[in-house]
């Protein structure tokens, strides 16, 4: 289980995956009301309405914004079920984290949304685990996958943990939306891959020619000789600054154009069969409520299904969403 949530972390914020790639269209639902701020997360395309009974709301894993605008989108609608981008074993482990946290002595110094993140020591442990399980769901690929991609996400992220929680505390967007939609009454839906079977995805999809050529674009790029990743923190950067950046659309859709180009077969296991996975969560949603078509709430309104997921995933799901409609 604590594999299991090192692992969870990774995928909340791993950076160079946080890229959607298309134009995210808009439908407006106006049997809804929305907050002012949910209304600035469309305009900055971050929240989109593919249909009228489904909201998806992109997320950025750094600081408290996104959180606010899933626990306030949840209120708002009030959805019948809200999907999230956690595999099914956290959920049980993110409920029971929210349990332990209603019931815990309040300390002025300390986060009620999120528990510490491990330091450096702490990512450095981690790793013999990382490479076991890469070792042995993915062989050479899956080993390269969980200690050089994933095992050097942590360790980074290990280095900033201290400046984060001075300057830019992290409220995570999913422990957020699951305390909000239990409140409301929303089943919850968690519909990522569980780290075992991403290792197998990328293992399938990333060849012995693909690490060679990321590995050369990951030394070109540290030599300054190609382009970096444009999601990248830049070197004078603040935290604030460069929260607020990767809440660009923009950006985020240079830094999938990036990842594209670097590493195909990696960004197509990490976001682009990942998209589908979570299309299918929603729509399956959808083909239960359309069943039971004559189903009403109390102010006479079809179901809403709420999709919750990185910003990398927004597009590929909004675009699939029509697509299948």
């Known amino acids: 289980m604590e594999l299991l949530s090192i692992i969870s972390a990774f995928l909340l914020l791993q950076v160079w995956t946080t890229f959607p790639s298309t134009t995210t269209a808009i439908c407006l639902d ?6 002012p701020r949910l209304h600035e997360a469309m305009s900055k ?35 019948s079920t809200v999907v999230i981008e956690i595999p099914p074993s956290r959920l049980k482990r993110l409920r029971q984290n929210n349990e332990n946290r209603k019931h815990a002595p309040m300390d002025a110094n300390v986060s009620k949304t999120v528990p510490p993140t491990p330091g450096t020591f702490g990512a450095l442990r981690s790793l013999p685990a990382l490479a076991a399980a890469g070792w042995s769901k993915g062989g050479l690929a899956g080993l390269l ?28 967007e999913f422990t957020t939306a699951i305390e909000a939609a239990d409140k409301v009454g929303s089943t919850v839906i968690p519909a990522d891959l569980e780290f075992e079977e991403l290792i197998s995805a990328v293992t399938r999809s990333v060849s012995p020619l693909g690490w ?33 950046r990767r ?79």
């Open 30 to 35: 106006s049997s809804r009301t929305l907050p």
């Open 247 to 325: 809440r660009n659309i923009s950006i985020s859709r240079a830094s999938k154009v990036h990842g594209d180009k670097t590493a195909p077969g990696l960004s197509r296991a990490l976001v682009d069969d990942r998209d589908a996975i979570f299309t299918e969560a929603c729509l399956k949603v959808l083909e239960a409520n359309a069943a039971k078509s004559s189903t009403q709430d109390e102010n006479g309104q079809r179901p809403v299904t709420v999709c919750i997921i990185g910003l990398v995933h927004l597009d590929g799901v909004v675009d699939r969403l029509q697509m299948l409609q």
């Open 212 to 244: 060679v050529k990321l590995g050369i674009n990951v030394l070109g790029e540290t030599a300054g000789i190609r382009p970096v990743d444009p999601i990248k923190r830049l070197r004078e950067e603040t935290m604030v600054q460069w929260a607020e």
């Open 45 to 79: 395309g971050l929240l989109a309405q593919p249909r009228p009974d489904v909201y998806v709301l992109g997320t950025v894993h750094i600081g408290s914004e996104s959180a606010e605008e899933a626990q306030a989108l949840i209120e708002a609608v009030k959805p």
């Open 145 to 172: 996958f969980s200690t050089v991609i994933v095992g050097s996400s942590l360790l980074k992220r290990s280095t900033t943990v201290s400046e984060e929680e001075k300057t830019l505390p992290r409220r995570s």
